[in-house]
């Protein structure tokens, strides 16, 4: 059984104070992660022009927000502006980027970013 906090919080994290870190599944991409909460993240991520990312199959629902440039996602291109939705069971196939970009990104942090094929059980 999953247990409630007595005293729910909330956090606040000035972005700009975030470093940029590599990414470990994929060179061109930068991540600043800003925050957890409720088995969730959110990062900026940003790509380098040309970069692709590895097919990834969504644990839970990933929220894609295109603030700077266009990337394409299952053939359609985001630019900014832009939500990409994709739920639970889902696989990105072909994301990148030819013109560089930055989003913001809510995932599910069981995420396996460099699979399509969906986590062992137990």
């Not at 088995?39 to 940003?46: D, M, N, T």
């Not at 990933?62 to 939705?85: C, D, H, K, P, R």
């Not at 980027?97 to 969906?118: A, H, K, M, N, W």
Request: a negative charge; charged letters at 20%; glycine letters at 12%.
């Amino acid at each position: 059984m999953k247990e409630i906090a007595a005293f729910p919080s909330f956090s606040r994290r000035d972005s700009e104070a975030v470093p940029w870190q590599r990414s470990a599944v994929a060179p061109g991409v930068e991540v600043k992660n800003l925050g957890t909460a409720d088995g969730r993240a959110i990062q900026l991520v940003k790509f380098a022009p040309g970069v692709s990312f590895p097919d990834h199959f969504h644990t839970g629902p990933e929220f894609i927000y295109m603030l700077e440039g266009q990337a394409v996602q299952n053939g359609e291109t985001l630019s900014a502006g832009w939500v990409g939705i994709a739920g639970a069971g889902t696989v990105d196939h072909g994301f990148r980027s030819e013109t560089g970009c930055v989003f913001l990104l809510v995932y599910d942090r069981g995420q396996i970013f460099d699979s399509v094929q969906p986590p062992m059980k137990g």
